[in-house]
């Protein structure tokens, strides 16, 4: 099949699959798109929300739609890194033998994972970084494809241990979810609160998943849209000498070059299921406040005044 008809095969597949996921999941249509293209990019996804909100909900629909197995840890304080990656044990013959730990997965949901400490949360950041598990001395690869959906509760920071920059900048989006509107949420209750139980269908499988991660990597890029989104990452760096008085003003730091390849990949596939052959600046702009708003850290002025990411991103496209 030609790289067109895939790109139009994908727009297809990809409303059937939205409109599988709205079978059960009510309102919250970016938040999905955003998780959808971090899958079709091969990226990992941070959905920040507070309790209640259905993100285990929405990721496990995603998981059954995509085809793909899921496994959903919950992250506490007492958490060890062998309770997720797996450990040896010594079998009736005295030889050990590795038993695989529930990051053995396609879907991981890392529910609170701001809530563990960060000898766990590094163990985490090797499965998504190198797709590959080392235990004992010993690497492990994980199947594909491999994504981690981790969620943070923005309200309770008392017993938290907040992601270091370098393991929030492994995300490709950070998402965050709304309250539903009136009208959502009455629905949503009538859904949930009868006796109705929604099946959704499988539209893809791995190996599909895989063809389009390639498919999107394999879409041509202009020049200019490249450049564009280089110096939109670049003019959130405050030590620069170009960086605007307004950047200097309130942020202390900026994002690093993972932020432009992720706005070029997410850009790529935001086009694709725009039935576009490739991207332009519009894409790069869609994409930008999810893929920046983790990256950037403001500065206590910043904070005073009540000036959000959201705030500075938007100034800055």
Known sequence: MSDVNAIQNLVEKHQALKAEIA??????????????????????????????????????TIAQTLGLDFKRIQFTPDLMPSDILGSEILDQNRTFKFIKGPVFSNIILADEINRTPPKT??????????????????????????????????????????????????????????????????????????????????????????????????????????????????????????ATAYVKQYLDWGAGPRASQNLILGAKAHAAIHSKFSPDIEDVQAVAMGILRHRIIKNYKAEAEGISEEDIITQLL
Do not use: C, W
């Open 121 to 242: 949360q590094a163990a985490l950041l090797e499965a998504m970084q190198e797709r590959a598990v080392t235990i004992a001395g010993e690497q492990h690869k994980l199947d594909l494809p491999y994504f981690v959906l981790a969620t943070q509760n923005p309200i309770e920071q008392e017993g938290t241990y907040p992601l270091p920059e370098a393991q929030l900048d492994r995300f490709m989006f950070a998402i965050e979810l709304k309250y539903p509107s009136v009208a959502e949420e009455m629905q949503v209750v009538k859904r949930t609160t009868s006796d109705d139980v929604t099946q959704v269908n499988a539209l893809f499988n791995a190996a599909q998943i895989l063809e389009v991660q390639q498919l999107i990597r394999r879409i041509p890029v202009p020049d200019n849209v490249v450049e564009y989104a280089v110096k939109l990452v670049n003019s959130t760096r405050p030590n620069l000498p170009e």
């Open 23 to 60: 079978k059960v999941i009510i309102g919250q249509n970016e938040v999905v798109d955003q998780i959808l293209l971090s899958i079709y990019t091969g990226g990992h996804s941070l959905l920040i929300g507070v309790p209640g909100l259905a993100k285990t909900l929405m990721v496990n």
